[in-house]
């Protein structure tokens, strides 16, 4: 959705509140393209600030499904974002040149939101995900859900501590 901005931009100390909503339902991170499984409208407030700066805020909560780091079991995760940005504007309506290329979401006098969105939630995506904090992963050799069930596979070299007790086994061995 793009929200056209010309009269807001062009009208000093004109407020305006927008009924906004993502158009997008899923979202790429680093190549990968991840669900939104859970979003509502939210407000967009915007003000021009005695024609030298705009500000624009939003407060909105996504929910999006995340695969566990470990078991790559599904995990919901919401991100709370907070949009507060300042653009400075030149006094003519438009947003000073030196600012277009870091408010990429502008394209001329319209606002695309869900390229605003987008960075913001890009900014808080989280760096490790887990179903749970003492998730077992699952087996490198047979993919068994190690939260599920057990399985007899050889489990010692997964065990990085023991890998290490091992190699100092071997250096022995050479000897
Ligand atoms: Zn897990
Ligand atoms: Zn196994």
Do not use: H
């Not at 024609?51 to 790559?72: F, K």
């Amino acid at each position: 959705m793009v929200i056209e901005l010309k009269e807001l931009l062009t009208t000093a100390d004109k407020e305006q509140t927008f009924e906004a909503k993502l158009e997008q339902t899923s979202v790429m991170v680093s190549g990968v393209e991840y669900p939104i499984v859970k979003q509502s409208p939210f407000t967009l407030s915007m003000k021009n600030v005695s024609n030298r700066e705009l500000c624009i805020s939003a407060d909105l909560e996504i929910v999006v499904s995340i695969p566990c780091d470990r078991c790559l079991e599904a995990v919901r995760r919401t991100l709370s974002l907070q949009i507060a940005e300042k653009l400075k504007l030149d006094g003519a309506g438009e947003i000073v040149a030196e600012e277009e290329e870091t408010a990429d979401y502008m394209i001329g006098s319209g606002l695309d939101v869900d390229k605003l969105i987008y960075g913001e939630i890009l900014v808080n995506w989280p760096a490790k995900v887990l179903c749970k904090e003492d998730c077992r992963g699952i087996c490198s050799k047979c993919g068994t859900n190690l939260n599920i069930r057990t399985c007899d596979c050889d489990q010692t070299e997964l065990d990085p501590r023991m890998a290490v007790i091992q190699d100092i086994f071997n250096q022995f061995k050479e000897v």
